[in-house]
């Protein structure tokens, strides 16, 4: 029963993107075009060697952002405005994911590789404003990105979350690695599963999975 595995729950961590909307929202295509042409301005590159450059700091340094502040020295407040200043109008209201997520015992936060104000946007698109105690961006990790462990430490002493008393929700496999290793019950929601020791649950309809959590019977 999925439920008995989440009866020691009391801190719910989830990510934004892919996790909270569903992939076919495909914001991250709006988002990866803005970053592409930041990365063209800033460095005086073709788009080609932007998009290039984009997926290889992703690969190597967790988000593009990090590769741009560690080996360009870029502020990263006008990156992150930049790259999140996108279309939402197609985003959907969930009530149901919204009852699902209330019905959780304890405290509930987002923590997002993104920036807060654009995660409060897209919370608000979709129906789930106000119902997390917190949102967490990446400026409040000190712009270092998850899969760093000393990111997720850094919010986790901030919002004084207990990871052998929490659980995280994420898209990307790789983010889930420092969570179980703290201790966390870690859930992979994404399309198709992903085999790896680190993942405990995988689920392509977060609605549905948290009713089985919440589910007494």
Do not use: C
Not at 87 to 93: G, I, N, Q, R, T
Not at 166 to 177: G, K, T
Not at 190 to 201: G, N
């Amino acid at each position: 029963m999925v439920a008995r595995s989440f009866d020691h729950v009391r801190h719910w961590v989830f990510d934004l993107d892919n996790t909270l909307y569903p992939p076919e929202a495909r914001l991250f295509d709006q988002i990866e075009t803005r970053m592409t042409a930041y990365v063209m301005d800033t460095l005086g590159v073709a788009r080609a060697e932007a998009n290039r450059l984009r997926r290889v700091y992703w690969a190597e340094y967790g988000t593009t952002l990090a590769g741009l502040m560690e080996l360009h020295g870029i502020d990263p407040a006008p990156y992150l405005t930049h790259v999140h200043e996108i279309d939402l109008s197609h985003l959907a209201p969930d009530p149901e994911l919204r009852a699902r997520i209330a019905d959780l015992p304890g405290r509930r936060i987002v923590y997002t590789n993104g920036s807060a104000p654009y995660a409060e946007r897209v919370l608000a698109a979709r129906g789930l404003a106000g119902v997390f105690d917190a949102v967490y961006g990446v400026e409040h990790a000190g712009f270092r990105p998850k899969p760093e462990r000393a990111a997720f430490e850094r919010i986790f002493a901030r919002d004084g979350t207990e990871p052998d008393k929490a659980a995280m929700f994420e898209d990307d496999p790789r983010n889930l690695a420092a969570p179980h290793a703290m201790g966390m019950r870690t859930v992979h929601v994404a399309p198709e599963a992903h085999a790896a020791d680190h993942i405990q649950h995988h689920t392509d309809d977060l609605g549905a999975f948290l009713a089985r959590v919440t589910d007494r019977n």
